[in-house]
């Protein structure tokens, strides 16, 4: 499997399309466990593709975005290997009330046509805001955000896309008193806003969800095909029907994971993906109706 990815990947230059310095995190972990070198292009404005806040609104969905940056990369370079990363943030589906991250890493390979994911889903997030009317205020919601390690923007209101009323990368005290107040002297009302500047250079916890990321495309990438040993062989669907350990009744817990190759078309199911091979009596239909 090693050998599969030496020969891939090892001594090509790679791009990663970023101009928030997500390099510190990623360039580590993929020269390490690829052997390639990483290269950020200089040139290259990502918040063409959307800012968090909100100025840009994205372009399609969270993977097509990281799709459209990578290929911004490469095309800027020549190159043929492209990484990229992006992230959401918002209430969770199901748990509307707490707020969760989703980062993503993606690998871009034209040569291989390869593209292979990592995603890292987690709670530990400072995203949030707040209507202030006092630097009193506002300085409360960042300390509670993880300020002044973690960034804060202060804008004339929640919608506001006029750059000139969006203050971003906020990481004093000073300049957190000097944004308030030129905000509420600017506008009427006597109100402004803050929010967690949630840009990767300003906010270490999503600093630490986009390396596990990372770590997670290694783990895909590492997951070659049996047939063709193509890396990236990729989870694409699940069974359910875990037997009552009691009765032997399918429950809805998951009995197997399907992986599926996008190069050769294989397919392999893998039994008891949790490690347990039967379920509690308490999830069956028959033993806890
Ligand atoms: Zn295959
Ligand atoms: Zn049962």
């Known amino acids: 499997m090693r050998e599969v990815i030496h020969t891939i990947f090892h001594g090509r230059t790679g791009v990663l399309a970023t101009m928030h310095e997500k390099e510190k995190v990623i360039a580590p972990i993929l020269e390490r466990e690829l052997g390639i070198k990483l290269m950020v292009p200089t040139n290259l404005n990502t918040d063409n593709f959307g800012t968090f806040t909100r100025e840009v609104i994205r372009t399609g969905n969270q993977l097509e975005a990281a799709r459209l940056k ?18 959401s943030f918002g209430p969770h589906p199901a748990i509307p009330i707490a707020a969760v991250n989703v980062e993503l890493v993606l690998l871009i390979d034209l040569e291989n046509d390869l593209e292979i994911v990592g995603e ?38 929640e919608t506001t896309e006029k750059e000139e009323e969006i203050i ?9 008193k000097e944004a308030v107040r030129l905000m509420l002297n600017q506008f009427p009302f006597n109100q402004a806003f803050i929010e967690a500047d949630m840009r990767a250079m300003y906010n270490p916890t999503r600093m630490k969800q986009i390396e596990k990321a990372t770590h997670d495309l290694i783990k895909n990438i ?8 193509t890396p990236g062989f990729k989870l ?19 009995r197997s994971h399907i992986y599926t190759c996008r190069k050769c078309g294989e397919t392999e ?15 069956c239909m028959f033993c806890n109706p």
């Open 70 to 87: 990578a290929k911004e990369g490469l095309q800027l370079t020549g190159e043929k290997l492209g990484f990229s990363s992006e992230g």
């Open 120 to 157: 890292s889903t987690s709670f530990e997030t400072n995203f949030g805001h707040r209507r202030i009317n006092s630097f009193e205020e506002a300085y409360e919601f960042a300390v509670g955000a993880g300020f002044p390690e973690h960034g804060m923007v202060v804008r004339s209101s």
């Open 168 to 176: 971003k990368g906020i990481t004093t005290k000073k300049g957190l």
């Open 222 to 229: 590492n997951n070659v095909c049996p047939n063709c040993a």
């Open 236 to 254: 694409t669907d699940q069974k359910k029907g875990l037997p009552c350990m009691d009765c032997g009744f399918p429950t809805d817990l998951v």
């Open 269 to 283: 199911e893998k039994l008891f993906p949790h490690g347990k091979e039967k379920a509690d009596p308490s999830q």
